[in-house]
């Protein structure tokens, strides 16, 4: 009789886990990441972060932001962010604990560039596009999805994060940006021509300001088919040069301070999660 007992129990529980693949917890161990494995319904499409530590002055970073074209160019799975050091127009002035990170016993010499925070790009990075590209997937285990509305001096920002696994001791950052500042940009490279400065540089996902800690804020209630929200109610940045052209970057990392996924939003704009369905 007991037999029967626990192989009832056993069919109940798998047709209870069968009624829909939204309904599992899925093992880290268990999901296929790589760039080119088939989605997974209730997983999340993962983004790749690059963090382009530039200057206007640096006449290499040049080489830099062609490679960005380029990966972007080929995947629309890629976020950047242009933190700009030194002296330059864009100076970013809270720096210094990314510097802490990425270079902690030396000077910031530029150009620098992170894959998912903790990656270097290996140079020359206008040749190993594919190794930003292979940080992407069909496959991710928690999502971002930001709401947004930037008026009358203000930002109003809601990112939210949904899990389809467990996790713990995560952490998120959320950066104000801006695109289309023009200032000339020095050049080493034979790219853009070989111009040397570039007069009329278009400078694009700029870091004005960090709305978290750059190293990030604990999240908290991390677990499956949980949506975790953050909102954020600040005055768009003094820095910036036109509200216009604001956008945003959000982005959820672990302990050991790598990406697990990241997304951009321009303002105003209302996402959905990007959910294998």
Same mark, same amino acid.
């Given at each position: 009789?007991?037999?029967?007992?626990?192989?009832?129990?056993?069919?109940?529980?798998?047709?209870?886990?069968?009624?829909?693949?939204?309904?599992?917890?899925?093992?880290?161990?268990?999901?296929?990441?790589?760039?080119?494995?088939?989605?997974?319904?209730?997983?999340?499409?993962?983004?790749?972060?690059?963090?382009?530590?530039?200057?206007?002055?640096?006449?290499?970073?040049?080489?830099?932001?062609?490679?960005?074209?380029?990966?972007?160019?080929?995947?629309?799975?890629?976020?950047?962010?242009?933190?700009?050091?030194?002296?330059?127009?864009? =100076? *970013?002035? #809270?720096?210094?604990?990314?510097?802490?990170?990425?270079?902690? @016993?030396? &000077? !910031?010499?530029?150009?620098?560039?992170?894959?998912?925070?903790?990656?270097?790009?290996?140079?020359?990075?206008?040749?190993?596009?594919?190794?930003?590209?292979?940080?992407?997937?069909?496959?991710?285990?928690?999502?971002?999805?930001?709401?947004?509305?930037?008026?009358?001096?203000?930002?109003?920002?809601?990112?939210?994060?949904?899990?389809?696994?467990?996790?713990?001791?995560?952490?998120?950052?959320?950066?104000?940006?801006?695109?289309?500042?023009?200032?000339?940009?020095?050049?080493?490279? =034979? *790219?853009? #021509?070989?111009?040397?400065?570039?007069?009329?540089?278009?400078? @694009?996902? &700029? !870091?004005?300001?960090?709305?978290?800690?750059?190293?990030?804020?604990?999240?908290?209630?991390?677990?499956?088919?949980?949506?975790?929200?953050?909102?954020?109610?600040?005055?768009?940045?003094?820095?910036?040069?036109?509200?216009?052209?604001?956008?945003?970057?959000?982005?959820?990392?672990?302990?050991?301070?790598?990406?697990?996924?990241?997304?951009?939003?321009?303002?105003?704009?209302?996402?959905?999660?990007?959910?294998?369905?």
């Amino acid at each position: 009789m007991k037999n029967y007992y626990f192989i009832g129990v056993f069919f109940l529980t798998l047709s209870l886990m069968s009624c829909s693949d939204n309904n599992v917890v899925y093992n880290p161990i268990d999901i296929n990441d790589s760039v080119d494995a088939e989605p997974i319904v209730g997983l999340f499409q993962k983004q790749v972060l690059i963090e382009d530590y530039t200057g206007t002055w640096c006449g290499n970073c040049a080489r830099v932001s062609y490679a960005i074209e380029k990966t972007k160019e080929a995947s629309e799975r890629v976020v950047s962010v242009a933190i700009h050091h030194g002296n330059d127009p864009y =100076n *970013f002035v #809270g720096i210094q604990p990314l510097k802490d990170l990425i270079s902690p @016993n030396s &000077v !910031l010499a530029l150009p620098q560039s992170r894959l998912n925070r903790t990656t270097t790009w290996t140079f020359p990075e206008v040749n190993n596009v594919q190794q930003a590209l292979n940080l992407t997937s069909n496959n991710c285990g928690l999502g971002l999805a930001l709401n947004s509305t930037v008026a009358n001096g203000n930002i109003n920002l809601a990112v939210k994060v949904k899990f389809a696994q467990n996790y713990s001791k995560l952490r998120l950052v959320v950066y104000v940006l801006e695109d289309k500042l023009i200032y000339r940009q020095t050049n080493y490279s =034979n *790219f853009y #021509g070989g111009v040397n400065p570039i007069p009329s540089f278009e400078h @694009n996902h &700029v !870091l004005r300001a960090s709305l978290t800690n750059l190293l990030g804020d604990p999240l908290t209630n991390t677990n499956y088919n949980q949506t975790v929200t953050t909102n954020f109610s600040v005055p768009i940045p003094s820095n910036v040069a036109n509200a216009a052209n604001v956008n945003f970057v959000a982005f959820v990392i672990e302990e050991n301070n790598n990406v697990i996924n990241v997304r951009a939003a321009k303002s105003n704009e209302n996402q959905t999660f990007q959910e294998n369905l």
